[in-house]
C-alpha cells in the first residue's frame, strides 16, 4: 500500500520561510517522479514542482528562484523549501507520486498517489 505522509508547512509571513516533507513508504521510490502541488480556496491545483530519481526539476514559473524541491533517495523523503514567501502562496500543498514512464510531470491526473495535504498561510 503507497503512502504519502506529509509534514511541515503552517502559518509565516510575507518574505519568511517554510519547508514540507514528505515520506513515501509502500513504492519503489527510485522508480517515481516525485511532485509538489497546490490548491487555493475556490482554484483549481496548480503543479508546484517536481524531481526525478536522478534529480532532475521543474518548477512552475511562478515559484521559480524562489522554491527549491529536493529528494533523499535513501529516506525515501521529498522537500520542498520555500523562501521569499508571499500571500499568493497561500493554499494547501499536496506531495504526489507517478511512475517514471512520461515526461509530463505536470499534470496532476497522471499522479497517482497523494499525500494528505498540509495547510500553508502566508500573511501580509
Known amino acids: 500500500q503507497v503512502q504519502l505522509v506529509q509534514s511541515g508547512g503552517g502559518l509565516v509571513q510575507a518574505g519568511g520561510s517554510l519547508r514540507l516533507s514528505c515520506a513515501a513508504s509502500?513504492?519503489?521510490?527510485?522508480?517515481?517522479?516525485m511532485g509538489w502541488f497546490r490548491q487555493a480556496p475556490g482554484k483549481e491545483r496548480d503543479f508546484v514542482a517536481a524531481?526525478?530519481?536522478?534529480?532532475?526539476?521543474t518548477f512552475a514559473n511562478s515559484v521559480k528562484g524562489r522554491f527549491t524541491i529536493s529528494r533523499d533517495n535513501v529516506k525515501n523523503m521529498v522537500y520542498l523549501q520555500m523562501n521569499s514567501l508571499k500571500p499568493e502562496d497561500t493554499a494547501v500543498y499536496y506531495c504526489?507520486?507517478?511512475?517514471?514512464?512520461?515526461?509530463?510531470?505536470?499534470?496532476?491526473?497522471?499522479?497517482?498517489?497523494w499525500g494528505q495535504g498540509t495547510q500553508v498561510t502566508v500573511s501580509s
Open positions: 504526489a507520486a507517478r511512475f517514471s514512464d512520461s515526461t509530463d510531470w505536470l499534470t496532476d491526473s497522471e499522479y497517482p498517489y
Open positions: 509502500g513504492l519503489t521510490f527510485s522508480r517515481y517522479v
Open positions: 524531481i526525478s530519481w536522478s534529480g532532475g526539476r
